[in-house]
Structures are given as C-alpha cells and as structure tokens.
C-alpha cells in the first residue's frame, strides 16, 4: 500500500509513465518461474480454425413505472454477439467479437443513444440500437503465469465497485488498452492496465487515460485481501457531478471472504476503505472517502441458503462533492431501480440486507435497501429487489427481475419507480 500511496506525489505526466514501466517490468521479472507450456498450433491457419465460435442472444422485456413523469413505458429490446475465438499460435491467440443491439418494440419509453433523439417526458430504458466490434484483442501468453492483453476487452475487478463491464445492460462497456495479469508468486495476483478508451452502455466512445495497479493475495482458502490505486486523467465523465474537471484518483483497500464456523455454517465478511481525491487538473472539490462493512452467514448444504447484512458510505465534502465510482456496476450496488448512477452531492449512505439460496436449477436473490444522505440528513428512500433465475440448459438461462424504489423526503428530490424485467439468454 506505501507503494501505491506514493505515487499521489507523482505529476499525472510521470504517473502514466511510471505505470507503463510497470506493466513491462512485472510482465518480465514476475513471469521468471518455470510454468505449463501452453498448447500450439502449427500454423495461423491452424489456430484460425482451431478456436471456437462466440455466440449470445439475449432478447429482453423492460417495464418502468416513473411517478415523476406520472409515465409508465415498456419495450422489447435484444443483444446479438458473434465472434471467434483462435487457439494459440506462437504465443499469441486473438478474440474478435461483433455486436448488435435493438429495439424490437417500444411504447411510451426513451431509447438513450448519441444516434437517436431521447424524449426526457418518458421513462430512460439506457439499451440503444447499435452495431459495433465488441471485444476485440490479442493476448500474450508467452511468459509464465502471465497474460499480457492489448485491445478493446472488459474489465471486471473485485466485486466490480470499481471496474466493471455492467454486463446486465444490452450494451456491455468496454476499455481500450493494455492489461496485464501476474500470478506467479504463490497466492498472490498482480493486475496492472493503461487504458485509452471506453465504450459506453450508451454505445458512445470516449478517450480517456486510465492507470491501474491491483494487488491481491489470498491468505487462506476462500479468502482475499487487495490493495488498489488508479488515476482518471478525463475532464467529463458523463453527469456525475458539476464539475469542469472530474480527473481524478482513489487508493484503497480490501479484505473478503468465508470462514467455516461449525455445524456446516460459513461466516461471510467484507471490509473496504478508499480515498478519493483530485488528479491531473481535477477540480480541488474532488476530496472524499469510501468504505463498506459487512457480514453474515451460509450454509451450503441448504441449497446455499445466506443472509447478511452490509452497510456503505460514499461520503461529501460538506455537501461540494460526493465519492464517484463512474466505471462500476450500476446494477451490482444500491439497488436495481438506478437512482444513483451518479452519487448525490450530499453522499450515499446504503444499508442493507440480502438473502440468496439456490435450489436446484434456480438461484433465488432478495435485497431490502435504506438509502440517506451522509451530509445534511436527508432520508432518499427505500428500495425492495427480487430476482430469480432459472438454468433451463447449461447454455440457456431465464431470469426475472423486479425494483421497486419509493421516495424519501421531498427535498432530496427522488421520486417512486418501479422496473421489471424478463430475458433470456443463450451462450454458446
């Protein structure tokens, strides 16, 4: 973590090329053990006809109740992905990815996309029509225990607060760049990246420079503690906040994991704490912190049955400026109904509780939230969200969706919505 925390007192400019260094130097020196050599083929025309086919359709009904539009919308949307996947050649091996989005059917709800006219008296449904690549990269594999990626790929760290694909909208968002991923020191991963591009779940690319430094070890069975540190050198990053210049980094740390407890009984724990500060010309306002804590229980032998409790703080500057997490998953934090993309100026506290079982083919997930502001007191509201998802085959998978959000004080400027949604999905 000292590592990480002295490279707040670098220029945006060094900082940038301290971690270039750094993503070659680990590819070299950590890759230095002995590993299992990696299958090849014998020619480019055999690792082009040796890989295997990508494929994903995905068609999905939404419905959203908005009481601040007094609107209720729904819409049949779909996502096509198709691509190919080489075997290794040389070292090398490449993933090429094609992706289609539309909107089958839509009545009385906006479609949001760079391409297409968005009429804020309706309810948002955020999946616009697009054609496109996907994920489009080579990796490296050459070196032992490393891979080395260059290209446009998603990007998933940790529970994905941070960094994440957002694959539950039809659109996934994806990064540009270099990445790399070290395990060759026993229990211990090292993930580095320099990104210079992202594709948006709104279809829209947009530059950017992005330097990242994750380093994990796992101290025991089902266990991990991380420590991680990244810079956004990009002014705009969509709405989050007022601000000219929302550049900025966060350093943090974290621990989670499952302890056996007795009588089949898993103890659940997560703990993090991040700072978020001004970098490379961000506005002096960006100055707050993050942390989470929480816990609970699962016993495996019933169907995987859990319950815990969490609670977490995006804290504010005395109301200038809340903690920003713009490249999360929206859909993995603070509820399913969306209302906090962005977080509010004053902060977001979020307490809440979660069940989840799976009983045979299905898995069954409940969360009851609280949301209030962490600066001036205000009370957002409340949200209910279930969801229960059915494997009908290995490749073919069903799932139900619903959120319900009811407003808190007046003030806080929130209204009631609900959203459901019904999809399909099918990988190959």
């Known amino acids: 973590m000292a590592a990480l925390c002295s490279l707040r007192a670098l220029s945006p400019g060094l900082s940038w090329r301290l971690l270039g260094s750094i993503v070659l130097a680990a590819s070299v020196l950590l890759g230095a053990d002995v590993a299992a050599q990696q299958v090849q083929a014998d020619s480019l ?19 959203i109740w908005d009481a601040g539009l007094n609107e209720r919308g729904h819409a049949w949307t779909i996502r096509s992905i198709a691509g190919w996947q080489t075997a290794t050649f040389e070292d090398f091996r ?7 989005t539309d909107v089958v059917d839509a009545h009385r709800i906006s479609v949001a996309s760079s391409q297409y ?25 050459g070196l032992p225990d490393t891979r080395v990626r260059l290209g446009k790929q998603p990007i998933r760290l940790d529970n994905e607060r941070f960094f994440s694909d957002v694959d539950f909208r039809q659109t996934p968002m994806l990064f540009n760049g270099l990445t790399l991923v070290n395990n060759s020191l026993p229990d211990m991963e090292v993930y580095a990246a320099l990104l210079n591009r992202i594709r948006t779940v709104f279809a829209t690319q947009t530059r950017t420079r992005i330097w990242l430094l994750r380093v994990a070890y796992s101290p025991a069975q089902d266990q991990s503690i991380a420590a991680y540190g990244f810079g956004l050198n990009q002014p ?73 409790i969490d609670r977490e703080v995006k804290a504010s500057n ?11 998953d929206s859909y993995a934090f603070n509820g399913w109904a969306l209302q906090f993309t962005s977080t509010p100026q004053t902060g977001l506290r979020d307490t809440w509780l979660s069940v989840r079982a799976q009983p045979g083919r ?15 007191g205000l009370d957002y509201g409340n949200e209910r969200d279930l969801r229960v998802t059915y494997a009908v085959t290995s490749s073919l998978t069903l799932k139900l969706q619903h959120a319900r959000f009811r407003a808190g004080d007046p003030a806080a400027d929130f209204y009631d ?12």
């Open 45 to 63: 025309a055999d690792a082009i006809t040796a890989g295997r086919l990508v494929l994903e359709l995905r068609p999905r009904y939404a419905d």
């Open 318 to 328: 005395a109301g200038q400026y809340a903690f920003q997490t713009p490249f999360e």
């Open 117 to 141: 006219y968005v009429d804020l008296s309706y309810p948002l449904l955020p999946d616009p029509r697009e054609t496109d690549t996907n994920r489009a990269y080579f990796e490296y594999v």
């Open 362 to 376: 299905f898995t069954l997930v409940a969360e009851a939230h609280r949301f209030g502001a962490t600066f001036g």
């Open 94 to 100: 490449a993933v090429v990815e094609g992706i289609h």
């Open 236 to 308: 705009q990053t969509g709405s989050d906040t007022d601000l000219a210049d929302n550049s900025h980094q966060v350093f943090g740390l974290r621990a989670e994991g499952a302890v056996p407890i007795g009588r089949g009984f898993a103890a659940l724990y997560t703990a993090e704490a991040a700072h978020q500060r001004h970098y490379a010309g961000g506005d002096p306002l960006i100055e707050a912190n993050y942390w989470r804590l929480g816990g609970g229980a699962v016993l495996p032998r019933l169907a995987g049955l859990g319950v815990r």
């Open 417 to 428: 919505v609900t959203k459901t949604w019904l999809s399909l999905t099918y990988d190959y």
